[in-house]
């Protein structure tokens, strides 16, 4: 199909820097892939192992939409806006780092890792004041459907980005099929595979693979496994 990418999970750049373990979806750092720069405004897709004790000392960011996903274990955030917080897996944690903030990432814990996915979207809007928020969410409401997490707008489910995108996550049982509608014309696609095997339009996924889909109003997703679980990010494709 001409309308879709597919990156299998060992095809992703990887980095281990002993106290972080860490596979990127698009080109980051070290991992320069001239054709993985981006899907649409979704830049950075890490998934990221920190050792107990270890983290991201304080570090800038400007004109981004962050968001993180912890998916085992807990991260505690510090940020130059005065915010100190702990996240852990049923939350989710967005900052808008607009004309700029420094924050830290650190996992406190003495005796396990911590697992999040960060992602970075580029922003419809430059040079915003720096915000920041985390939400605590039901994961027994994304059980064999799509819970929405992210959107544009305050009110909504969900976080809020400067931008026209949508995230949900779904867990699903085996055998299991759901539709997705895009909610905006023009946008596409990234699903994300947290875990087990899951068939998107007629394409097979597994763990920890990515399928970027366009130019589609709709499409059908299937759990080929027991507690199969997936990120759905629906993006702008023109930057």
Excluded: C
């Excluded at 928020?133 to 819970?147: F, G, M, S, V």
Aim: hydrophobic content about 35%; charged content about 25%.
């Amino acid at each position: 199909m001409d309308n879709t990418v597919l990156h299998k999970a060992a095809t992703r750049g990887h980095a281990s820097h002993g106290w972080l373990d860490t596979h990127h979806t698009f080109s980051f750092a070290n991992y320069n892939n001239p054709d993985r720069m981006h899907f649409g405004v979704l830049r950075v897709l890490n998934d990221d192992r920190v050792d107990a004790g270890k983290g991201f000392g304080t570090h800038p960011h400007d004109n981004m939409e962050i968001i993180s996903i912890p998916l085992e274990g807990d991260l505690e955030h510090k940020d130059s806006m005065g915010n100190t917080a702990v996240i852990k897996r049923g939350d989710i944690q967005v900052m808008s780092a607009g004309t700029g903030i420094q924050h830290s990432e650190y996992n406190r814990n003495s005796d396990r890792l911590t697992k999040f996915l960060q992602i970075w979207v580029f922003p419809n809007k430059r040079n915003v004041t720096p915000r920041y928020d985390q939400i605590t969410l039901k994961e027994a409401d994304r059980h064999n459907k799509l819970q929405q997490i992210l959107s544009p707008n305050a009110d909504d489910a969900g976080v809020w980005i400067h931008q026209d995108a949508w995230f949900h996550l779904g867990t699903f049982d085996k055998g299991v099929t759901t539709n997705y509608k895009l909610k905006k014309k023009g946008n596409g696609v990234y699903a994300f595979v947290i875990k087990g095997d899951i068939t998107i339009s007629t394409i097979a996924l597994n763990e920890r693979d990515g399928l970027g889909i366009w130019d589609v109003d709709a499409f059908n997703l299937q759990a080929n496994s027991a507690g199969a679980e997936v990120l759905l990010m629906e993006v702008p494709m023109t930057l």
